[in-house]
């Protein structure tokens, strides 16, 4: 979703079953253009979910395992009689150096 606010490095390779997402609905249009900007010669293994609202931006040479999640927002816990899903929770930019390695099932969330 959102891939025109997505911006994808050169020889970079996005296995099966991964997807990439950009904004909170196929409507919505971002103040930040991209708000998800992949490097070069980037690896993302199967299943990979990369979903950014605010701004992801992952350097070059960045290589994943399988089923690596990476988000720049959450949803709240602060009301208890509110469903979490219900609740607005962090939204922080991530960002990802160029070289860095992600391993099987790792979950980056907002700030990262």
């Not at 099966?16 to 409507?27: C, D, I, K, V, Y």
């Not at 979903?51 to 959450?74: E, K, L, M, P």
């Amino acid at each position: 979703m959102g891939e025109r606010w997505i911006r994808l490095g050169a020889e970079t390779l996005i296995a099966q079953h991964a997807t990439l997402s950009a904004g909170m609905s196929p409507e919505h249009v971002p103040e930040r253009r991209p708000l998800l900007t992949i490097g070069d010669r980037c690896v993302f293994g199967r299943g990979t979910g990369i979903v950014a609202n605010w701004g992801v931006t992952i350097g070059d040479d960045v290589w994943t395992g399988h089923y690596v999640y990476i988000t720049d927002h959450n949803h709240g816990y602060e009301d208890l009689d509110v469903p979490p899903g219900r609740q607005i929770g962090r939204h922080e930019g991530v960002q990802i150096h160029d070289g860095a390695w992600l391993g099987h099932g790792t979950v980056v969330l907002p700030g990262v």
